[in-house]
């Protein structure tokens, strides 16, 4: 099912988790090779834990503890390989699998010539055969550290918003995609929707997109955590969760049919609906999981959708909510 995390947990590499925006190749195989490989040397798996959501929070966040601080006999050389292999990013693993067999064979051959294996320089030939372009971004250190610190101060309880703007093709996005690990690494939420210059007649448009993906990945975590969200949109929506539905569908997944609600004229129904999402944006909006919406292409925003947006940042009842806009 499309809501539903591909491949076996305790196994795939970070940017199988889909909460790194990177992309996914051959070298999320050797992730997983790692995972195999420190699990035959110790009888353990790198990160234990039964809870699905942790186990994913694990594999983009924690360290592993090395394998020879588990099992004293196993020399630095090989621990260091799966450490190796076990990088939170492509680019810091093995490039290729040739690379990967030179090492082991490094270590097989000082283990039957010397009887022990001293540590050697890893990866001396690990060229890739194909050229990789790096999903690293380069030269806006100085960016990622204002959009971080502004991250850092939505964790402890404000509200902000950050308008990002220069030619097409610049970088913007890339440079606000760089932050989504570091986000994800503390437990926020990120969640990104854009605006469609053909589109600027459905109101909401990149708000509910932000959303739904918002929702996709709630709908892929444990039953007992969906009916959490579930009580906790109930309590704060009422008998009025038919209007958020009615601009994120697939609301309706987690908290089920909705009684309709009393039609209105158009102003006192946008006052309502700003309302209500409001109350729906304060369930996810908390000190232990902190909102990121990356708002991309404001120039196309609609009336309704820039009211909607001045009230969530400029209301003092708003905690724990971060916007980036350009």
């Known amino acids: 099912p499309p809501n539903q995390l591909e491949g076996t947990l305790a196994y795939i590499a970070p940017e199988q988790t889909g909460r790194m925006n990177r992309g996914i190749d051959y070298r999320s195989d050797f992730y997983s090779l790692g995972v195999t490989f420190y699990e035959l040397l110790t009888n353990k798996l790198p990160f234990e834990t039964t809870d699905p959501m942790e186990l994913v929070h694990c594999h983009i966040a924690q360290q592993p503890l090395p394998v020879h601080q588990l099992i004293p006999d196993i020399p630095n050389s090989v621990s260091n390989i799966i450490n190796k292999l076990l990088a939170k990013t492509p680019e810091e693993r093995y490039q290729s699998a040739r690379g990967i067999k030179a090492d082991l064979e490094t270590c097989l051959e000082q283990f039957n010539t010397i009887g022990e294996i001293p540590d050697f320089p890893l990866a001396t030939q690990d060229i890739c055969e194909k050229f990789q372009i790096p999903q690293k971004l380069y030269g806006r250190e100085q960016e990622v550290e204002q959009l971080l610190t502004a991250f850092e101060q939505v964790s402890q309880g404000k509200t902000g918003m950050i308008l990002i703007s220069g030619y097409s093709g610049i970088g913007k996005s890339a440079l606000v995609n760089e932050i989504h690990k570091p986000i994800t690494k503390k437990r926020g939420k990120f969640i990104s929707g854009k605006f469609d210059q053909l589109q600027r007649d459905i ?19 444990p039953e007992i955590t969906l009916q959490n969200w579930k009580n906790k949109l109930l309590e704060a ?90």
């Open 203 to 221: 109101p909401y448009s990149a708000i509910s997109q932000a959303f739904q993906e918002l929702i996709r990945k709630l709908l892929s975590e």
């Open 237 to 326: 929506l009422g008998n009025n969760g038919q209007i958020i539905i009615d601009v994120i569908p697939e609301v309706e997944k987690i908290i089920g049919k909705q009684p309709q609600v009393e039609q209105l004229g158009a102003t006192e129904s946008q006052n309502r609906f700003n309302l209500f999402f409001q109350r729906f944006l304060n369930v996810f909006c908390k000190k232990e999981h902190p909102l990121v919406i990356f708002i991309d292409d404001l120039q196309w925003a609609n009336l309704a959708s820039l009211h909607l947006i001045e009230q969530l940042i400029s209301d003092s009842d708003n905690q724990y909510l971060g916007a980036s806009q350009f």
